[in-house]
């Protein structure tokens, strides 16, 4: 899949809790761009819970061929709980996505299908009840023009689906605007057809 492709992530923190056989499992999903940021969410549950038995956390940071995953059992048996919650997000096609279940143990053992269980039942429910939208890669682009092309400009802007985040208003206007990626070739060639090849967008972050 292409970078610019756009895909699901959270749109926001979301938190469930479940029982099972007295033990505690509560999971909390969060959108993280970066492996930092997955690391950084993991630290804030953990400090949040420091009372807690173990973290248990699985994450997915980007998505499709560029996807850097990583997980732990955070001392649960080997493979009962870490690998289970990474192979929902796997299959939940949702990226920049860190989820973490944290579990208070209720003084029963659930054995190795228990666990994989619970652990599986916890991240399937969180996922189902999040809230999702659409990422969309974006670039930002420079635009001077002249005062005459500044309406049909906005409206080229509207078209191709840009914001408009800065506008000056000096011998020529200047714009700063951003464009879904995908938009940005289609949108400068049209800018260079109403000019007659005299405005040419310049990328102001790649």
């Known amino acids: 899949m292409a970078a610019d492709t756009p895909y699901l992530v959270p749109a926001e923190r979301h ?3 479940i029982e099972v056989a007295r033990s505690r499992f509560i999971t909390t999903v969060e959108l993280t761009e970066t492996v930092e940021e ?3 969410f993991l630290a804030s549950i953990r400090a949040e819970m420091l009372d807690a038995s173990h973290h248990v956390y699985a994450f997915r940071v980007g998505f499709g061929s560029t996807v850097t995953e990583g997980m732990s059992d955070d001392g649960e048996p080997s493979g009962t709980s870490g ?3 990474l192979a929902v997000l796997r ?11 944290t579990r208070y143990f209720g003084g029963t053992k659930l054995g190795t299908g228990g666990l994989v269980r619970a652990y599986s039942e916890a991240a399937h429910i969180a996922l189902n009840e999040l809230k999702t939208e659409q990422k969309i890669e974006k670039r930002l682009l420079g635009i001077e023009l002249p005062y005459s092309l500044f309406e049909q400009t906005k409206l080229l802007i509207t078209e191709y689906e840009g914001v408009i985040e800065e506008e000056d208003f000096a011998a020529e206007v200047m714009l700063m605007v951003r464009f ?3 938009n940005v070739p289609d949108f400068t060639v049209a800018l260079r057809d ?4 005299k405005v040419q967008p310049i990328e102001m972050d790649s």
């Not at 939940?92 to 973490?100: H, K, P």
């Open 15 to 17: 938190r469930i809790e």
């Open 180 to 182: 879904p990626l995908v």
């Open 38 to 40: 997955a690391k950084t």
């Open 194 to 197: 109403l000019s007659a090849g």
């Open 83 to 85: 690998p289970p919650t």
């Open 91 to 101: 299959g939940s096609g949702i990226g920049d996505i860190a989820l973490v279940t």
